[in-house]
């Protein structure tokens, strides 16, 4: 199970990867090693997919803002509504954004630390 699991994340599968870790820890409480590897493994489907996320969410992300950059926050003298529709926008792709890559960084961190732990 666990190298089906490995071979789904080589080939991102992460939900089917995922499952099957999850699968393993229910059906083999005392396989122990094989337990403590699949955290690892688990970990690295959730970094890569994570990462994954990462690449995807910061092209959408940096369109955000080149729209941003061309709108103005009045118009005819008026206040621009859609201006600050992009702005509130581009703000929350950007706290999300910063809460992917902290998740990168934690990940990172378990992996190590889990490593170690081996």
């Given amino acids: 199970m666990l190298d089906e699991a490995r071979t789904l994340l080589a080939n991102k599968n992460y939900n089917a990867a995922r499952d099957t870790i999850l699968s393993l820890r229910s059906q083999h409480p005392t396989a122990l090693a094989a337990r ?3 955290i690892l493994t688990l970990d690295s489907v959730e970094l890569m997919e994570t990462r ?3 690449v995807c969410y910061e092209e959408a992300l940096n369109a955000e803002r080149e729209r941003f950059k061309t709108m103005l926050p009045r118009e005819n003298g008026k206040t621009n509504e859609a201006y600050y529709d992009q ?3 581009v703000y929350q792709m950007e706290q999300h954004f ?3 890559c902290a ?3 934690f990940f990172l961190r378990k992996i190590d ?3 170690e732990e081996k």
Avoid: M
């Fill in 98 to 100: 910063d809460e992917l």
């Fill in 36 to 38: 403590r590897a699949a």
């Fill in 87 to 89: 702005q509130r926008t």
């Fill in 52 to 54: 994954d996320s990462v």
């Fill in 103 to 105: 998740k990168v960084k």
């Fill in 113 to 115: 630390i889990d490593q």
